[in-house]
């Protein structure tokens, strides 16, 4: 049954496939620890659900395992942004959540036709579970010292996305940790964001501060940002494994020419109109022109 699974979800296009049992599918408080010491910074929404943060298959009564894809996107970035891209390459082309839901659906159709019984639901950063744990246990990689799930091939340029169910399935083989000594994405860090056991403090994360942080910052901030519009990749462009993942060429996470102009100027120079044309099927929306507006004024400041 598994295999079954695993092929029409490789056919959906989801390159990679892992299961998690319900043994397998509990954290414990690791969680706590990290709100303990602060690093969620203002996003209140991190301290709530914490049930399932921590044993996620309690998310649905009948939920018996997770079955957890990954989706490669690292792709080739345009001419002039090479060194410094001032949006993450995640956010280039178009939003993950739509076309992994799409996707998911269309599997979950095919699956509810073929395998009787079967009940499923998506989770595509719409619930509070923990996905790259989840990945972990799923054997679909480790966990990088940046807290970041890394695949033996395509790195940690994954999306990661979940598939609850009532079916009882075996857990996939994890691998071992293959980080060694290497504190490469530590040491590229602008702020020293990644702390020890690989938490990552959301104050100090220009991640965090370029998409999540609502509002305007406060004093000592917005020199942190270090020239970043939208997200950050400088933790995952360093790291070894990452530099000899294959480009992803026909993938619709590819570079969207509309935002070549991409500048701190040009952003500020953009009307409300233009932005919500832009948006259609973008990351970037999360931000929000305001937010994007916000980030550009302090890089021009701390230029």
Same mark, same amino acid.
């Given at each position: 049954m598994q295999t079954q699974i695993k092929d029409i979800l490789l056919q959906a296009g989801f390159p990679l496939v892992g299961f998690v049992g319900e043994a397998q599918a509990q954290f414990g408080d690791w969680y706590k620890k990290w709100l303990e010491r602060g690093y969620q910074a203002e996003m209140a929404y991190m301290e709530r659900n914490l049930a399932i943060r921590e044993t996620p298959l309690v998310i649905e009564p009948w939920a018996k395992s997770m079955v957890v894809v990954g989706v490669p996107y690292k792709t080739q970035p345009p001419k002039g942004w090479e060194q410094k891209p001032p949006i993450s390459c995640y956010a280039w082309g178009e939003d993950y959540h739509h076309w992994i839901k799409k996707r998911l659906r269309l599997a979950l159709s095919q699956l509810s036709t073929e395998i009787p019984g079967f009940i499923g639901r998506a989770l595509v950063d719409s619930a509070p579970i923990p996905e790259k744990l989840l990945a972990q246990r799923a054997g679909l990689?480790? +966990?990088? $010292?940046?807290?970041?799930? +890394?695949?033996? $091939?395509?790195?940690?340029? #994954?999306? *990661? /996305?979940?598939?609850?169910?009532? *079916? &009882?399935? &075996?857990?996939? @083989?994890? #691998?071992? @940790?293959?980080?060694?000594?290497? /504190? #490469?994405?530590?040491? /590229?860090?602008?702020?020293? /964001? +990644? $702390?020890? %056991?690989?938490?990552?403090?959301? %104050? *100090?994360c220009i991640s965090y501060l370029t998409i999540e942080k609502r509002g305007e910052f406060k004093p000592g901030q917005e020199r942190l940002l270090a020239g970043s519009l939208f997200g950050c990749d400088r933790c995952q462009e360093v790291c070894p494994v990452n530099i000899q993942a294959p480009i992803q060429t026909d993938s619709p996470f590819c570079f969207d020419p509309k935002w070549s102009p991409t500048s701190p100027q040009w952003v500020l120079d953009l009307d409300l109109a233009t932005f919500d044309q832009l948006k259609i099927k973008s990351p970037l929306k999360r931000a929000g022109l305001k937010g994007l507006q916000r980030n550009a004024r302090a890089v021009l400041a701390y230029k």
């Open positions: 990689g480790w +966990i990088g $010292k940046n807290s970041l799930l +890394i695949h033996p $091939k395509y790195g940690s340029y #994954l999306f *990661l /996305a979940a598939v609850v169910t009532n *079916l &009882e399935l &075996e857990s996939s @083989q994890p #691998l071992a @940790q293959n980080c060694g000594d290497c /504190a #490469l994405c530590l040491d /590229a860090c602008p702020n020293s /964001a +990644i $702390k020890p %056991r690989g938490f990552v403090d959301a %104050r *100090l």
